[in-house]
């Protein structure tokens, strides 16, 4: 925990919030150190966890249940893992599926034979299924077939699989939901969120994604009768699908967006205040940037878009490289300075440079992650006078105020969530249909439409609300912005240039994503745990930011 008595750590000013928060520098984000399954894998490291592994039913072929155990935090938890037979024309990563190869549940204690029973027969219904309150996690998987046959074919033969496919695919498996926080019956955050290790944002399903890699790995070799290779299993990590669902988290939860902004951008300016480097932090950053040029090698995608923005980074990394000369280095506050030079490049090379100078300071920064959570939620100060309401949006939304709604191509999108699955949806206005069911994302017209309400209103906030309650919303979020300045994305969220993988990219991103490859600008497939330490190597569990594969 923070020290309230420690004196004040020397930082400079935080990145202004109208840069960091455009949707484009947002869609530019890497993992950190302060990511959330790094924080996971640090704390266990720190704390000695041992995995276990007490039941494993497979058959031949892998179909079957197993049951993982670790002890973190004070608690046990276990992962139950469910494979079964799958035909090849019902595997699908879409939100259609109703079968998957993998099912889990991420349990609260070890369970007896009765309760896996239970959890066999209800994981692979997923949705259609109730869940338990000691059910903390619900997750499932699906096999990426071609890489999985060819390791299991390899394994047999006494071989060891293609080192290139490995580094090309790099997973197994991928996870096509991580449900956790009281859905489908499983327990609410609040049940468990303030034990030790568990306070973290996401850190239940960062804990079920590791875990469920591991297994993997157990599977594969289970199927194919022999051990893998130590270095190409570490590089073996989770895939993940990720669409539209995830993309209004961000919106609906500004006090959370803030904290982990916050939490992000103090950390810069606490690395950027470091006056003098020593000889070791010189020589670590010049190994981070090496791996970074051998990342980005390793990055390939097919998106065209995608790929274009990857092989700028590439071209521009060389200069980064050779911008940072002894002499610069050895100079007073290099980081600092190499933040501001970074102007010069790509958003994504600015990005990438933010993300590797918090790397080597640990001791400095590590300790923030425990502001990443809150548990406040915005509320309407309905006293507030009308003229500094006003004043407010003059000075955090004139961009918004200044948006012409009218225009077609600022308001050519609209929000809404689909009946038959539930989850949200980004529509067309004007060639689909549904935009009277739109979800209340329009932030910047809602604050353009306060702001107009407000003209020429005198006294408190709350005789302007009581007639117009449809306003209440946005004076919220206004009020709050003024607070949490980086509560809010700093974009029209249905205009035409609006792209929702942008804030899927960054929330992804603080999960500890990489390896984000667009299959569109409305979903992703991403890598989580690449690099990560394996469940006997938690002793050296923290150094795995842009994991990369020798062949």
């Given at each position: 925990m923070l020290d309230d008595h420690a004196p004040p750590i020397p930082q400079r000013p935080l990145r202004p919030p109208t840069d960091v928060m455009r949707l484009r520098r947002m869609g530019a984000g890497f993992p950190t150190r302060l990511s959330f399954l790094r924080s996971v894998t640090r704390r266990m490291g720190a704390e000695g966890a041992q995995v276990t592994r007490p039941v494993w039913e497979m058959d031949a072929d892998g179909f079957g249940h197993a049951v993982y155990c670790v002890d973190f935090g004070g608690h046990t938890y276990s992962l139950v893992a469910v494979s079964t037979d799958l035909p090849p024309d019902?595997?699908?990563?879409?939100?259609?599926?109703?079968?998957?190869?993998?099912?889990?549940?991420?349990?609260?204690?070890?369970?007896?034979?009765?309760?896996?029973?239970?959890?066999?027969?209800?994981?692979?219904?997923?949705?259609?299924?109730?869940?338990?309150?000691?059910?903390?996690?619900?997750?499932?998987?699906?096999?990426?077939?071609?890489?999985?046959?060819?390791?299991?074919?390899?394994?047999?033969?006494?071989?060891?699989?293609?080192?290139?496919?490995?580094?090309?695919?790099?997973?197994?498996?991928?996870?096509?939901?991580?449900?956790?926080?009281?859905?489908?019956?499983?327990?609410?955050?609040?049940?468990?969120?303030?034990?030790?290790?568990?306070?973290?944002?996401?850190?239940?399903?960062?804990?079920?994604v590791w875990l469920i890699r591991g297994f993997t790995h157990d599977l594969v070799e289970h199927v194919g009768g022999a051990p893998l290779d130590r270095a190409l299993k570490r590089h073996l990590g989770i895939g993940n699908a990720t669409g539209l669902g995830m993309a209004p988290f961000l919106v609906s939860h500004p006090l959370l967006l803030d904290a982990w902004m916050q939490v992000r951008e103090t950390a810069l300016a606490r690395v950027r205040a470091v006056e003098t480097l020593t000889p070791g932090q010189i020589t670590r950053v010049y190994e981070l940037v090496m791996r970074a040029a051998q990342h980005l090698a390793q990055w390939q995608v097919p998106d065209r878009i995608a790929q274009g923005r990857i092989d700028v980074t590439r071209r521009e990394w060389p200069e980064v490289a050779a911008h940072l000369t002894p002499d610069f280095m050895g100079g007073a506050a290099p980081l600092d300075r190499l933040v501001?030079?970074?102007?010069?490049?790509?958003?994504?090379?600015?990005?990438?440079?933010?993300?590797?100078?918090?790397?080597?300071?640990?001791?400095?920064?590590?300790?923030?992650?425990?502001?990443?959570?809150?548990?406040?939620?915005?509320?309407?100060?309905?006293?507030?006078?009308?003229?500094?309401?006003?004043?407010?949006?003059?000075?955090?939304?004139q961009w918004a105020v200044d948006t012409d709604f009218d225009d077609p191509h600022?308001?050519?999108?609209?929000?809404?969530?689909?009946?038959?699955?539930?989850?949200?949806?980004?529509?067309?206005?004007?060639?689909?249909?549904?935009?009277?069911?739109?979800?209340?994302?329009?932030?910047?017209?809602?604050?353009?439409?306060?702001?107009?309400?407000?003209?020429?209103?005198?006294?408190?906030?709350?005789?302007?609300?009581?007639?117009?309650?449809?306003?209440?919303?946005?004076?919220?979020?206004?009020q709050t912005l003024a607070r949490h300045p980086y509560a809010e994305i700093r974009d029209n969220l249905i205009g035409d240039d609006c792209l929702p993988i942008d804030m899927l990219r960054c929330k992804l991103a603080f999960f500890g994503a990489a390896k984000f490859d667009p299959k569109s600008d409305r979903w992703t497939r991403i890598t989580l745990a690449q690099g990560a330490p394996l469940a006997d190597e938690l002793h050296n569990a923290d150094d795995w930011w842009l994991p990369t594969f020798a062949s």
């Open positions: 019902q595997r699908t990563d879409r939100v259609i599926a109703t079968a998957w190869d993998t099912s889990y549940v991420l349990y609260d204690g070890v369970p007896d034979a009765d309760e896996i029973a239970r959890i066999c027969r209800a994981a692979p219904q997923q949705e259609a299924a109730r869940f338990d309150p000691r059910d903390l996690v619900l997750s499932r998987a699906n096999k990426s077939v071609r890489l999985f046959a060819h390791v299991v074919e390899a394994l047999r033969a006494g071989r060891q699989p293609d080192a290139g496919m490995i580094r090309d695919v790099g997973y197994l498996m991928r996870t096509t939901a991580v449900y956790g926080n009281g859905k489908f019956g499983i327990a609410d955050r609040d049940k468990f969120g303030q034990r030790p290790g568990m306070s973290g944002p996401f850190a239940a399903e960062m804990l079920t501001c030079d970074s102007a010069r490049w790509s958003i994504d090379t600015q990005e990438l440079i933010a993300a590797l100078v918090l790397e080597p300071f640990g001791d400095l920064i590590d300790g923030l992650t425990d502001c990443m959570s809150t548990p406040f939620v915005p509320v309407l100060d309905p006293a507030m006078a009308c003229a500094d309401l006003s004043a407010l949006i003059a000075r955090d939304w600022h308001c050519a999108q609209f929000w809404y969530v689909s009946e038959a699955k539930q989850e949200p949806r980004l529509g067309s206005r004007f060639i689909e249909e549904g935009a009277a069911l739109e979800s209340p994302l329009d932030i910047a017209r809602q604050v353009k439409a306060l702001a107009g309400a407000l003209h020429g209103q005198t006294g408190p906030i709350a005789a302007v609300l009581a007639a117009h309650p449809e306003h209440r919303a946005a004076a919220r979020r206004v």
